[in-house]
């Protein structure tokens, strides 16, 4: 079965501290994973899709097999960034996304 | 075109009536998936649809839901006999052809409570 879990509900960081959101996937395949954002009264939006390896508002997020993870990372967090994100993933290609449930990070000034 | 967008926004409903909800994609995916989020949750999957063709439909919760994209262009969600666990937010989203790694772009979303 596919599932991502996403083990924080809420991450609080202070301006200028690095970020890291963490997320696990499980799938015997190859995944195709995804990190998603939505900040306050917007749809939900891509941040960066793996395959892509870019770097997207400043943040990375690597592929680790060994692990099962795709952490978000980011190395100096800024108040524009407090927003719900959610790590998904697409296991056959073609089937649509399974995401987890969100990490609401708060960054204070 | 402004991106996938939905209507209505909100619905209030009262328990046993039915609803419907519309998603219009982006004017040239081909592709369009509905969602369901509840509070706390992330979004998760209902069925989706390649032009007019409903690929898949076995994770709509009950019979009480159906989809439709009669055209291949926008498409309806429908709950029958509503119930007070029907409340969340429905999202829609829509995509670009069979490519691996495709971007799903997503609607505002229409949020259902049910009285």
């Known amino acids: 079965a596919q599932r991502v879990t996403q083990p924080e509900k809420l991450l609080s960081v202070f301006k200028g501290a690095p970020v890291e959101l963490k997320c696990n996937y499980s799938?015997?395949?190859?995944?195709?994973l995804f990190w998603y954002v939505q900040y306050s009264r917007q749809r939900l939006q891509l941040l960066l899709r793996h395959i892509s390896r870019e770097s997207i508002k400043g943040f990375t997020a690597d592929l680790n097999k060994g692990e099962t993870s795709f952490h978000l990372k980011k190395p100096f967090a800024q108040e524009e960034d407090s927003a719900m994100y959610y790590c998904a993933l697409n296991g056959a290609g073609n089937t649509p996304l399974v995401f987890g449930k969100g990490t609401r990070l708060s960054v204070i000034a | 075109d402004t991106g996938v967008s939905q209507d209505p926004r909100h619905k209030i409903t009262k328990r046993g009536q039915n609803v419907t909800f519309r998603c219009d994609p982006i004017s040239e995916h081909n592709r369009l998936y509905w969602y369901r989020q509840t509070l706390g949750q992330g979004p998760e999957f209902l069925t989706y649809f390649q032009n007019e063709a409903q690929l898949e439909k076995s994770r709509l919760l009950s019979d009480r839901f159906s989809a439709e994209r009669p055209k291949g262009s926008f498409s309806t969600l429908e709950i029958q006999r509503t119930e007070q666990g029907d409340s969340a937010m429905y999202l829609c989203?829509?995509?670009?052809?069979?490519?691996?790694?495709?971007?799903?772009?997503f609607g505002p979303g229409t949020r259902l409570l049910v009285l």
């Open positions: 799938y015997s395949g190859s995944p195709e």
């Open positions: 989203a829509s995509s670009l052809g069979s490519i691996s790694q495709e971007t799903q772009y």
